[in-house]
């Protein structure tokens, strides 16, 4: 066959052709390399737990949440690996156990136990994600460093944002259990004023912003939004406190008898001696601190629905996962303990939802525990990226799809606490689809807790002692002390580690909102 050949400004045209329709098919490429790439909408409230309509309290008033679990996939037995506030989310930001980050303290600065480690946010960074934080991800002391950077790691993210509200400038208002006292004690206000005026509220609104923004760039984001409440004080303005009735609110009864039931440091952490003012609450305060608790809740709902409806508004509810929990659970009254740290189902369990594009719509999954170092590997499975080495959650994408699926048969979750003598005590806990196993001490040697949830689901009937139990209590110790080696496995890849370093570190002042 005879071969045209092309002359001077016949093979300039081509070559020009060529160059052009290269260029198309880049920035094609690029386009769809952008719409078909899964965004993430990451949602972390401070110290909420599963009293929400979506897992059955029938007198919480959260349409919002709810909602969204309609749209997704509810956990019913997902945990947190340790039920306070800085230790948690070191874990869960990096997809390692608290004995892997040795971060157990409020005062840490992620990087310098762990220096080299990858975090959630910076993963996708090197995604080509825009990261951005507003509000409380990693710890902050609240409501003393609301406004600041706290302890956040700069690594994390490309943008910050750090609200300031009438929370913070008015809490001379607040009522509290002990005077000039409010994170670390039970707190409450119903507050004056708009939800746009509070430090989540004003979170809600820059959170929408940045969604506006994505939208019209097209730009692939990690986008979290972390409130403080209702983390003490329970603040919130009046018309969340106007939807209870305090006469409803249903306080558990707890003797002090079934203290000699348990192991000391079990019972200690249910009567933490700093927290004397919280014990043995009169039943008329009880029920008026329980309701400014479920008030709180409210008003975080409401902010959770202004961002969720903006993200539909703007059409990137197509293209974007949705994860909605919390760092750790939270007493109201359950074994005569108000707050977190302790290993009962209730500090333990956290709220749990997931939906997006392919999830499955409307599924609980009740049985089939989850941790929390679950969701680093989960994103990065559902985003198409490779999950760093290190990390040692496992990804639970496939029950996103089939809640039939079994990812992990227990959940781990640890806790070192204080004596009376001052000595620390060391103690892990397992959450299987049925049963509470809980160990004090390296070897057992300060005692086991046992609960059967299919019959004590409020885990006040400690069976470690009953023979007819021992088979199970013995299956569950080799469980429980596999899954404690597992957890204290130097992470692979980090380089140096380190012991705490207990110092605050360098000033970091952010600018805020306007």
Not at 399 to 404: A, F, H, I, T
Request: net charge positive; aromatic share 10%.
């Amino acid at each position: 066959m005879e071969q045209k050949i092309l002359n001077h400004g016949e093979m300039k045209h081509y070559k020009i052709f060529l160059f052009a329709l290269l260029c198309m098919t880049l920035m094609g490429s690029q386009s769809n390399s952008k719409t078909q790439r899964l965004n993430v909408l990451f949602i972390v409230a401070d110290d909420l737990n599963c009293d929400l309509g979506a897992y059955g309290d029938k007198q919480a008033i959260t349409p919002n949440i709810d909602k969204l679990a309609k749209k997704g996939v509810l956990f019913g037995n997902a945990h947190n690996q340790y039920p306070h506030c800085a230790p948690s989310r070191a874990s869960f930001m990096t997809g390692m156990y608290p004995d892997q980050t040795k971060v157990k303290k409020l005062l840490i600065y992620l990087r310098q136990t762990v220096p080299r480690v990858i975090t959630i946010g910076q993963r996708f960074r090197q995604g080509n994600y825009h990261s951005v934080r507003i509000g409380k991800i990693f710890h902050y002391h609240s409501p003393s460093q609301i406004g600041s950077a706290g302890h956040d790691d700069n690594y994390t993210w490309d943008q910050t944002v750090n609200p300031y509200g009438r929370d913070k400038t008015e809490e001379y208002k607040v009522n509290t259990l002990k005077p000039r006292h409010y994170g670390g004690t039970l707190s409450w206000l119903a507050a004056d004023g708009t939800d746009e005026e509070q430090t989540d509220g004003i979170g809600a609104s820059e959170t929408i912003k940045f969604l506006e923004k994505f939208a019209e760039s097209g730009e692939n984001f990690f986008l979290a939004y972390g409130l403080y409440r209702p983390h003490t004080p329970y603040v919130a303005p009046k018309k969340y406190y106007d939807l209870y009735d305090s006469e409803k609110m249903q306080i558990p009864e707890s003797s002090d008898e079934y203290l000699k039931t348990i192991p000391l440091p079990a019972a200690t952490s249910v009567r933490d001696p700093s927290k004397k003012a919280q014990h043995n609450l009169d039943k008329q305060l009880a029920k008026t601190i329980k309701k400014a608790y479920y008030a709180t809740n409210s008003f975080v709902d409401a902010q959770v629905g202004r961002v969720l409806d903006k993200l539909k508004e703007t059409g990137l509810d197509k293209n974007t996962i949705v994860v909605f929990t919390s760092d750790h659970g939270y007493h109201l009254g359950e074994h005569g303990h108000w707050q977190k740290r302790t290993l009962f189902e209730n500090s333990t369990r956290v709220p749990l939802i997931i939906s997006g594009p392919g999830i499955n719509k409307n599924q609980k999954i009740m049985d089939a525990p989850i941790e929390l170092v679950d969701i680093y590997p989960t994103l990065m499975e559902l985003v198409g990226m490779e999950t760093p080495e290190f990390v040692s959650g496992k990804s639970f994408a496939s029950l996103l799809k089939d809640s039939s699926a079994r990812v992990r048969e227990s959940a781990l979750t640890e806790l070192r606490y204080t004596l009376k003598d001052k000595s620390n005590v060391q103690g892990y806990s397992i959450k299987t689809d049925r049963y509470r196993l809980t160990k004090w001490g390296e070897k057992g040697d300060l005692g086991y807790e046992l609960y059967d949830h299919k019959y004590d689901k409020e885990e006040l009937n400690n069976l470690a002692s009953n023979i007819n139990y021992k088979t199970t209590k013995d299956s569950l110790i080799i469980v429980i002390n596999k899954r404690i080696v597992q957890a204290r496995k130097k992470p692979v890849g980090l380089g140096e580690q380190f012991e705490p370093i207990y110092m605050l570190g360098p000033e970091r002042i952010d600018s805020q909102p306007k």
